[in-house]
């Protein structure tokens, strides 16, 4: 009987590790109201608004990727949309067509900076020399992410999601992958 229980809570601890803390969190979301016939997406093309080009291209391949791996055919747009500052309707309708997406999602970041995060009592030394107050900056990004319907061109789905790791940028796309995804299907969109 102890063998067991010990299996089980080593098995509950390696999922609390591999699940890890996600640092996005959903701050609204919206869903166009004439969604009610309108089937589930088969082909997404994956547009992040950055004039970064690696940070755009890593998160568009990880994001991608993280919506492939649930059965999602999901399109990086860096492959067909060029950067540049003002992102134009006709460069993202070419790659629908070249891609034969039938829907397009946007992420662009809003809102970023800096927050200065306090605690009381131990300090960063480990086995602390006492018991010290210690403080610390954490990067806070919002991003909105919007989803448009090739076929009318019109936003069938919004969100506004917020960040506190926006310093790490794969780990955010991670992230936001996994959770685009499991938005987009509890809605019914993909």
């Given at each position: ?93 070419a790659a629908v067509e070249k891609t034969g997406a039938d829907a397009v999602l ?85």
């Amino acid at each position: 009987m102890k063998s067991i229980n010990i299996k089980l809570l080593l098995l509950l601890a390696a999922m609390l590790i591999l699940s890890g803390c996600s640092t996005v969190k959903v701050m609204e979301t919206w869903k166009g109201s004439s969604l009610t016939s309108v089937k589930p997406f088969k082909k997404v093309l994956v547009v992040n608004i950055n004039l970064d080009e690696n940070v755009r291209k890593m998160y568009e391949d990880v994001v991608a990727a993280e919506m492939r791996d649930k059965g999602i055919t999901a399109i990086p747009g860096h492959k067909y949309v060029k950067i540049t500052k003002n992102y134009n309707r006709k460069d993202i309708q070419a790659a629908v067509e070249k891609t034969g997406a039938d829907a397009v999602l946007i992420t662009r970041y809003i809102d970023t900076g800096d927050q200065k995060v306090s605690q009381q009592g131990q300090g960063s030394v480990l086995y602390g020399e006492g018991y010290l107050p210690s403080s610390w900056d954490v990067m806070i990004a919002t991003m909105q992410v919007n989803l448009y319907s090739t076929a009318s061109e019109q936003l069938v789905w919004s969100a506004r999601i917020k960040t506190s790791d926006a310093d790490n940028k794969f780990h955010v796309s991670r992230a936001m992958g996994n959770l685009l995804t499991d938005l987009l299907t509890k809605d019914g969109l993909l």
